[in-house]
């Protein structure tokens, strides 16, 4: 019985690399762009959902992040002709830097307070990228990014991008089971149930949030920088409070607790808008209808619903056994 199961396990998996490999040349060039977007949104939810769903923490600020990443592959290639892997490097340690020294105070807040504190973080960080003109161009932002170049193979059509995107976003994704499933993430599921408890068991919250908030970090910076990359294009419309409001409802449209429902929600944020503007001027209303049925209806998320369904129907399958 379970080599059956294991074969199956590894038939549904040979399955879905084949369907993840032919995808970008058997649908049209817009939506294999939608889905370089959704695994850049993948990257990025990935770190909200560590906080949201195993610490407990709403963060509002990983489009700062996103935008120093993004800012930092523009500055660098544009302005000082640096190679790509320049920039990635540069708005990663600039955020985790970042991170680090403002998570600390920040962290220290719980609740709405938290939340508001990282709301607080992402206006400052919006207003600074308008202001910085002379590093941030302002409202007319940098052009002419390059295309990534793989040793002489140019990643400039979507469909080749799809690739370098999704096998980082694959990579993000098995960073952050690693994470849920060691030490550390039975300690994040500890504070996030009982802080009174976790602390009374010698865990170090402050420390730990610290960790994960740099995590979270690292994982925006890494997808603005793909993002400037991919459009060669970056301006303060980008970075602004409302791409954190989106980044966060990737894990709650999805399932904050779930790695798969994160790629679930960022399907949801990019694909839906796109389907429903084909209705014309009432696309953002159903927008917003969709999201309130959502978090409505399930609570745990579409991922959440989804294993609702799929224990009830082995539940029924065993009674009538």
């Known amino acids: 019985m379970a080599s059956l199961n294991l074969q199956r396990n590894l038939l549904w998996i040979a399955v879905a690399l084949a369907v993840w490999a032919a995808l970008p040349f058997l649908v049209p060039r817009n939506i294999a762009d939608l889905l370089v977007f959704t695994g850049i949104y993948t990257i990025a939810g990935l770190g909200i959902g560590l906080l949201l769903g195993h610490c407990g923490i709403v963060n509002l600020a990983q489009a700062t992040f996103y935008g120093l990443g993004a800012y930092a592959s523009a500055y660098c290639t544009v302005m000082m002709g640096w190679p790509s892997i320049t920039g990635f490097l540069v708005g990663a340690v600039i955020s985790m830097a970042l991170a680090y020294v403002i998570g600390r105070p920040i962290l220290r807040l719980t609740g709405y307070f938290l939340a508001l504190g990282t709301l607080a973080l992402s206006a400052i960080a919006s207003a600074l990228f308008f202001e ?30 799809y690739f370098f995107v999704w096998i980082v976003a ?4 098995w960073a ?49 920088s793909l993002f400037a990359h991919h459009v060669s294009f970056v301006s303060t419309q980008s970075f602004t409070v409302d791409r954190s409001i989106t980044f966060l409802l990737i894990p709650v449209i999805g399932g904050a607790t779930s790695i798969p429902g994160i790629v679930v929600g960022a399907l949801f944020i990019t694909f839906l808008p796109e389907l429903l503007s084909k209705l014309g001027d009432v696309h953002q209303i159903l927008f917003g209808l969709a999201l309130v049925a959502v978090v409505v209806l399930m609570p745990d998320g579409l991922m959440g619903a989804w294993d609702r369904f799929r224990a009830r129907l082995v539940a029924r399958g065993g009674s009538d056994a």
């Open 176 to 224: 952050a089971h690693n994470l849920v499933d060691s030490r550390s993430g039975l300690m994040l599921r500890a504070m996030r149930d009982s802080s009174t408890a976790a602390a009374a068991l010698s865990v170090d919250l402050q420390s730990l949030r610290t960790r994960v908030f740099v995590v979270c970090a690292l994982f925006g910076s890494l997808a603005g």
């Open 132 to 161: 910085w003109d002379w590093l941030t161009g302002g409202t007319l932002g940098i052009g002419g990014i390059p295309k990534l170049d793989l040793l002489g193979f140019v990643l400039d059509r979507p469909s080749r991008y």
């Open 170 to 173: 694959f990579a993000c994704m």
